[in-house]
């Protein structure tokens, strides 16, 4: 009696060592499956191109390297829209170039001779927004009309009171960013329809230095992104606009392609090169993080989020990748 009890207390240890084994390979077996879908990355991100859309996918590249691949360094500069697609649509160009437009037809010809597949991703909403100094208390409202005349060349509108004539009989100073960079373009192709800006607007390529020359001056005024209007508005003061049922303050709740302020509401996005996104898994993991994580950072640089609709469907075409 007593052998076989000795017997049956060793049977009972060895199926628990045996049990606790089979738990422990499943428990392995689970924490490599997950340790796989999400492998540590090393390697590099080049991004270039768009200063409007530069705060947010820096503040995605910072976020990505500290909390998600420590191993992965994306590199995020601002060159301009199309100066971004000069270094994008090239051999071994950047992996992704931001844009405050749409890619041109001339530049979508060149990734196809090139043998490059771009694909658009839609990252948020821009309003373009138009700025004064603090200290211009006769300007804060304005007409689309007036505001479009202000700048353009063959316009009678060269002092603020041709506007208005109780406004100030001093010239009108304009500023924009320069042709190198898509909200140019927009303005001019989108809301000029075209037509030449005023031969002394003054143009530049860094917008820091677009604020600092209107929060200096009491008679100017200039057009660029939301983002760098609500980031400085300490110095500068934006432009309500009348787009014909009363002003409208451009903001998060405004700014929207079919919202109050959706005559100066934009789209901004990045251009993935899906090539090197397929040879690279940093590139495309970056890209997929972007699209997850976009919307909680858009506010904070000054935009609007995308539609969650719009987003679900570029992860589904970015899956199809892998």
Known sequence: MKISNVWKGLMVVCLAVFLAACQGSAEEEETTSENTSNAELTGNVVID?????????????????????????????????????EKYLVE????????SREIKEEEQEKAEELGIDTKEIKVA???????????????QEMTEEELIDVFL??????????????????????YGPNENHGTYEFFFENILEEQDLKDDTN?????????????????GIAFFGFGYYVNN???????HVDFGDGPVEPS??????????????????????????????????????VLNNMNEFAGETGFAPIPEDEIAESIEQLEGLN
């Open 49 to 85: 191109g768009s200063g409007t859309v530069y705060p947010l996918m820096a503040r995605l590249a910072e976020e990505y390297m500290i909390n998600e691949q420590e191993g992965v360094s994306v590199e995020v500069s601002r060159a301009g829209t199309s100066a971004g697609f």
């Open 92 to 99: 071994d160009g950047t992996d992704f170039n931001n844009a």
């Open 125 to 139: 909403l821009d309003g373009l927004t138009f700025v004064i100094h603090k200290d211009n208390d006769w300007a």
């Open 153 to 174: 060349a063959d316009s009678d509108t060269t002092n603020w009171s041709d506007i208005n004539e109780e406004w100030p009989d001093e010239p009108i100073q304009t």
């Open 203 to 219: 143009l530049q390529q860094e917008y820091s230095t677009l604020v600092n020359l209107i929060a200096d001056d009491v008679n």
């Open 233 to 239: 508005q300490d110095d500068i003061q934006a432009v």
């Open 252 to 289: 998060l709740d405004t700014i929207a392609e079919d919202g109050d302020y959706a005559p100066f509401t934009r789209p901004v996005f990045t251009y993935l090169n899906e090539n090197l996104a397929q040879e690279k898994e940093e590139v495309l993991d970056f890209a997929m993080y």
